[in-house]
């Protein structure tokens, strides 16, 4: 209760939690907002000239290149986010809580090689590495998805195992095995809970950059097909028009605007709420 209340007294705790809330109400009610036709998530076109066109009262957040509607693929974009965010996150924290446990709790031969995989992974880049999968998998939501938890799990792996080391000398742990419980309910039952904590604020960060990894992939055409409603792709459209024309810079604003604005809050969001668990779970506060 008392790192709950340090939470909720945290303003930033606060604009963190009411802009996910917010990007969380347009996922839920994108039907409402932007019906769909055939495929929710394919963004409705309105032509095919490769010029987009500004904000009117058809299109309320103008059309991309190629006449996507905008404000419908920053709506259905908000679903997309949260379903790349919550596989990928949720993925990537059982790959590295588990090994983890494992390596901290056995040590030798088996902690050497958990942790030399976790070095060799580590030392390729994670867009590079994200890139390179990326490709062999061809373009794809999931294919990105997948791409991402490859080269996501290990900061998660360190992170827990050094947290299991100093859990596993505590005088609970080896009355436990005094008493011959088995190694698999002392891990899960007497070190897991003491050590979530960590884990709990690495995962909350996470949920907003695994969605800006992906929509780095999606902008450099790695990522899910054309025309699915996603905030990168939506970025992608805007290439060719972000520096607007010769004398009037700002012409094609609309077009990289509210899509980079969408990812920029949806990040922010998380990472504010990372930080404010952060402070509210630090066992010297």
Known sequence: MRSFRRFVRNPLAILGSVLALFFLCIAIFAPVIS???????RIPRSGYSSVPKPPSSE?????????YDILY???????????????????????????GIIAGYYGGVIDDLIMRLV??????????????VATILGK?????????????????????R?????????????????????????????????????VLVLSSMDMGSMVLWVSTLSFLGLGPEVGYADWGQLVSFARDWIIGVPGDALRYWYTAFFPALSITLFVLSWGLIGDALRDALDPKL
């Open 140 to 160: 794809g939501l999931y294919e990105a998805i997948i791409a991402l938890i490859l080269f996501g799990w290990m900061p998660y792996v360190r992170v827990v």
């Open 162 to 198: 050094g947290e299991v080391l100093s859990v596993k000398a505590q005088q609970y742990v080896e009355a436990a095995h005094a008493i011959g419980t088995s190694d698999f309910r002392i891990m899960i039952r007497h070190i897991l809970p003491n050590i979530i904590y960590p």
């Open 59 to 67: 299109h309320p957040f103008g059309t991309a290149q190629g006449q």
């Open 119 to 132: 070095d060799v992974a580590l030392s390729m880049p994670r867009l590079i590495g994200a890139v390179v």
């Open 73 to 99: 693929g920053v709506v259905w974009g908000a679903r997309t986010a949260f379903r790349v965010a919550l596989m990928t996150t949720i993925s990537i924290t059982f790959i590295g809580t588990l090994l």
């Open 35 to 41: 019906p769909p036709s055939y495929d929710p998530y």
